[in-house]
């Protein structure tokens, strides 16, 4: 039986092909779709365990469909992408793609981020909901890593599952600076060579939600040159 159902919209065929062949041989079930209507419709009905969405797609394209797909629930969603404008793909994350890849891409570079996002996917599942267990507090902040919750000052933040990840681990080693790259294995769970600013897409998703002034920030500090920390008087 498939471990994961995957939802593969690219209208180049070739590449169709080869990532449903490669991808079933991982053992998972794939569906496809050559254009970005039918993908969408496909994720509703269906509702797949990822969906792999490439940018550029007749009649909807990836942006619209990765807008429309977060709108309605929280389903991982993967890019591809041929454009080499950073914007692009800032667009695409900032929109919620969990991820993004650069075409040409090797296919072992693309399965390890399947990979991860479905083991991410995964672990939030399997999460228990009860409140018990470690909770970490600094500055107002509580983070249950069982329950896969945060607050600030009592209220309830509303992050995604990555955000959760990068705030928690960075919470955990509290006043360590880690690089975009350490960041990208040790919480996004691969080593990525390329272009990294993904990892500051969502440093700075997180600033928007529990720094006062996410301009001037107190909790997630810039070490230039360096990477990133977290850091609390409490």
């Not at 449903?20 to 994720?43: C, I, M, P, W």
């Not at 900032?94 to 075409?103: E, I, N, P, R, S």
Request: proline content about 4%; overall charge neutral.
């Amino acid at each position: 039986m498939a471990r994961h159902t995957i939802l593969l919209v690219e209208d180049e065929e070739t590449l169709s092909r080869a990532l449903s062949y490669s991808l079933e041989r991982e053992g998972h079930r794939v569906l496809t779709a050559a254009d970005g209507e039918l993908g969408l419709a496909l994720a509703r009905s269906q509702r797949p365990d990822l969906v792999i969405l490439d940018l550029m797609l007749p009649k909807l394209d990836g942006l619209q469909v990765c807008r429309a797909l977060r709108a309605e629930s929280s389903i991982p969603i993967l890019m591809l992408t041929a454009r080499a404008d950073e914007v692009d793909k800032i667009v695409g994350l900032q929109l919620g793609a969990d991820d993004y890849v650069t075409k040409p891409f090797s296919m072992r570079e693309l399965l390890a981020r399947v990979a991860a996002i479905l083991r991410r996917a995964d672990l939030g599942h399997a999460a228990p909901t009860s409140h018990a267990g470690p909770v970490l507090v600094a500055d107002g902040l509580e983070v249950s890593i069982p329950a896969r919750q945060a607050k600030l000052h009592g209220a309830r933040l509303a992050l995604r599952p990555k955000e959760f990840d990068l705030l928690a681990f960075l919470l955990q080693n509290r006043g360590a600076v880690f690089s975009r790259s350490a960041l990208l294995e040790r919480v996004w769970g691969y080593d990525y060579a390329g272009d990294t600013r993904t990892v500051d897409v969502h440093i700075h998703w997180l600033r928007e939600k529990i720094e006062a002034n996410p301009a001037k920030p107190a909790r997630l500090i810039t070490s230039r040159g360096a990477g990133y920390k977290f850091e609390a008087s409490a």
